[in-house]
């Protein structure tokens, strides 16, 4: 049974870091992609960045391009998502996804989530 | 430029049947998409990939009330003998593009 488990969210100042984790287990997680995908209160599902099975290409939002860094570590089954210089339009929910795609090139649809963590950024 | 278009509600009764609709944009047309369905204060799930012919594979222990179909630019998703738990959002999503991955607007689903 497929299982993503967020944590690391949290309120933070505008300009300031966090680093989001998400925990994987029930299947192979060292041969599919994997995605965090946002929501902010009362809006839709904004996709934020995707890492492939081996961590060797990484995709982001324009919206977070350069201050966002996804990596995964397959021998721990975990992902890490480091977020810097925050803006109050970053709060939001964030979400692990895993790719539907076993080693897809730049993602596929996202066939499991996570239930989240909320990140805040307030002064 | 890539456009999901969804309406913002639906509503249908219990027991009803209700379609759900997501227009890809021009030059988009031919693309698979998924559905995905999230209830109140949840996470998201899963709920089947549509290709454009209209063939669909639906995630694990999605019930048989869920299908999908597809005509033309138009990707769907028909839900049977509705129930109060199906009340929630639903989003399409595309993979494949300039934008990698995106997703529609959503459509909020009232069951009455």
């Known amino acids: 049974q497929v299982h993503l488990v967020e944590s690391g969210g949290g309120v933070v100042q505008p300009g300031g870091s966090l680093r989001l984790s998400c925990a994987a287990s029930?299947?192979?997680?060292?041969?599919?992609?994997m995605h965090w995908v946002r929501q902010a209160p009362g809006k839709g599902l904004e996709w934020v960045t995707f890492?492939?099975?081996?961590?060797?290409?990484?995709y982001y939002a324009d919206s977070v391009k350069g201050r966002c860094t996804f990596s995964r570590d397959n021998s721990k089954n975990m992902l890490y998502l480091q977020v810097s210089s925050l803006r109050p339009e970053d709060t939001a929910v964030y979400f692990c996804?895993?790719?539907?795609?076993?080693?897809?090139?730049?993602?596929?649809?996202?066939?499991?989530w996570g239930q989240g963590t909320l990140v805040t950024v307030s002064s | 430029q890539l456009v999901l278009t969804q309406s913002p509600s639906a509503s249908a009764s219990l027991g009803a049947s209700v379609k759900l609709t997501c227009t890809l944009s021009?030059?988009?047309?031919?693309?698979?998409i998924a559905w995905h369905q999230q209830r109140p204060e949840k996470g998201p799930r899963f709920l089947m990939k549509v290709n454009s012919d209209g063939s669909h594979t639906k995630g694990d222990g999605i019930p048989d009330r869920f299908s999908g179909s597809s005509s033309g630019a138009e990707r769907y998703l028909t839900i049977s003998s509705l129930q109060s738990e199906d009340e929630g959002d639903y989003y399409c999503?595309?993979?494949?593009?300039?934008?990698?991955?995106?997703f529609g607007g959503g459509t909020k689903l009232t069951v009455l």
């Open positions: 029930g299947f192979d997680f060292t041969n599919y992609g």
């Open positions: 021009s030059g988009h047309i031919n693309y698979a």
């Open positions: 996804a895993k790719d539907g795609s076993p080693k897809a090139a730049r993602g596929d649809s996202l066939d499991y």
């Open positions: 890492i492939r099975f081996d961590g060797s290409n990484k």
């Open positions: 999503q595309i993979w494949g593009t300039a934008r990698v991955v995106f």
